[in-house]
């Protein structure tokens, strides 16, 4: 209709007719004020009507819907008055405001059902838009709440894991004729790590090429963060075992436990939801020392000892080394998350354990003919075994003059 209305939908009762014109006016009153209005026409011929009036109409009443998802809707009902038993319509005129009122406030109510159902699907649609970017645990945290106040950066203890895709590189350079096949064999694997960092009840922090990086901390305080960190991680790897035969991928995981700022991070340009801090620097550093030490998943103290204290699970951990990578002046001390023990893989006993991280001490205390000794204790194919003999025989059994326990790690 005029002035900018359209009609979405006209029902008449009366066959083969369009029905009565459309006060705009009426409908723009309505809307503006937000409030439903009811209006008659008189049969005065020479009456100043405020709204458009037709032969085909006495009354009509507009009902706005309130609600952002039909902004700018409303209900729009006309009808014409019946004639007393004398064929007039001034006492039907009288009556009609008392006549009409159930009318309006049954349209009332079905305006509000028809906004309270579109604001619903809108809000349905919204949530499964935002599942593609926010994990469930953030999804709940913004249930009902503002979304700048869920996302502002704030400090809180979090565990961090790095997962990286191994072989990656070697993989793409063989198959660079088939990168679609890559990228859907790709895909598969960082599902495996989004998957059960997802189910733990983490964060997807960021992609980093062919690696994936979570957290659990945010946007709710879980005392047991470290716990479910290592939960995912032991997850990533029993999956990733059929994984590895069929596509020759393999994974390293890094998870370090400490403070850090987390929230809706960026410039002005991008933001994204993410964690930054020296503990998210760490786990990245954490997950390139299982590329020298052949493991799958290595975690900084902080994570050991809560793992160590939890009841809920029992974790086998190896104290790795002491290191220092290269670029940090703070010494780490890495500790190796087991796989469970299975018959028919290889695991280390109890026993191998504790010869290993004997002979760790007796390293970083400076006898080296006894930590030598020590590491011929351990399976000849534990890759970690292998760090320390090397060391070791690069320098005759000897440490050097400057030997303080600390392994220096080169830039990987």
């Known amino acids: 209709i005029d002035d900018g209305f359209s009609i979405l939908h006209y029902d008449s009762r009366v066959p083969d007719k369009d029905g009565p014109t459309v006060s705009a006016r009426l409908v723009r009153k309505a809307v503006e004020r937000r409030e439903s209005i009811l209006h008659l026409w008189s049969a005065a011929v020479n009456e100043n009507h405020a709204f458009t009036s037709s032969e ?6 507009c009902v706005p819907l309130r609600s952002e998802a039909c902004s700018g809707w409303a209900i729009y009902v006309t009808g014409q008055l019946l004639p007393d038993e004398s064929g007039r319509l001034e006492s039907s005129l009288q ?6 009122e ?3 406030k049954f349209a009332e109510l079905v305006g509000t059902m028809i906004a309270n159902l579109r604001q619903s699907r809108r809000l349905e649609r919204r949530q499964a838009a935002m599942r593609r970017f926010f994990a469930p645990v953030v999804m709940e945290a913004l249930a009902g709440k503002d979304t700048n106040e869920v996302l502002a950066p704030r400090e809180a203890n979090l ?22 096949e890559l990228l859907a064999r790709v895909s598969d694997a960082l599902g495996i790590m989004t998957r059960h960092i997802l189910d733990t009840d983490g964060v997807i922090g960021d992609f980093h090429g062919d690696a994936a990086m979570g957290f659990w901390g945010w946007p709710f305080q879980q005392q047991d963060a470290a ?10 790897v029993m999956e990733s075992i059929q994984v590895l035969a069929e596509n020759t991928f393999g994974f390293g995981i890094g998870i370090a436990t400490g403070r850090a700022v987390a929230g809706q991070i960026g410039t002005v340009d991008q933001v994204k939801v993410t964690a930054f801090g020296p503990v998210v620097n760490l786990a990245s550093r954490l997950e390139g020392l299982t590329k020298l030490f052949g493991a799958k998943v290595i975690v900084d103290h902080e994570t050991a000892m809560a793992l160590k204290e939890s009841n809920d699970h029992q974790f086998q951990l190896r104290r790795l080394a002491l290191v220092r990578p290269a670029g940090l002046e703070k010494d780490i001390e890495a500790w190796q998350l087991l796989e469970p023990p299975k018959p028919e893989a290889q695991g280390l ?13 007796a390293m970083i205390g400076g006898d080296w003919n006894k930590a030598y000794d020590l590491l011929h204790a351990i399976p000849a194919w534990d890759r970690p075994k292998d760090v320390l003999l090397s060391i070791i025989l690069r320098n005759n059994r000897v440490p050097p003059d400057d030997w303080d326990g600390v392994i220096k790690m080169p830039k990987l």
Do not use: N
């Not at 085909?56 to 009443?61: G, I, L, R, T, Y």
């Not at 009556?95 to 009409?100: I, R, S």
């Not at 895709?165 to 993989?171: D, E, P, T, V």
């Open 102 to 104: 159930d009318d309006v």
């Open 56 to 61: 085909e109409a006495d009354w009509a009443f």
């Open 95 to 100: 009556a009609a405001p008392d006549t009409l």
């Open 159 to 180: 565990s961090v894991m790095f997962c990286d895709l191994r072989g990656f590189s070697k993989r793409s350079e063989r198959d660079a004729d088939q990168l679609l």
């Open 227 to 236: 716990l479910r960190a290592a939960e995912a991680a032991s997850r990533i």
């Open 349 to 361: 006993s109890s026993e191998q354990i504790a010869s290993y991280e004997a002979s760790l001490d």
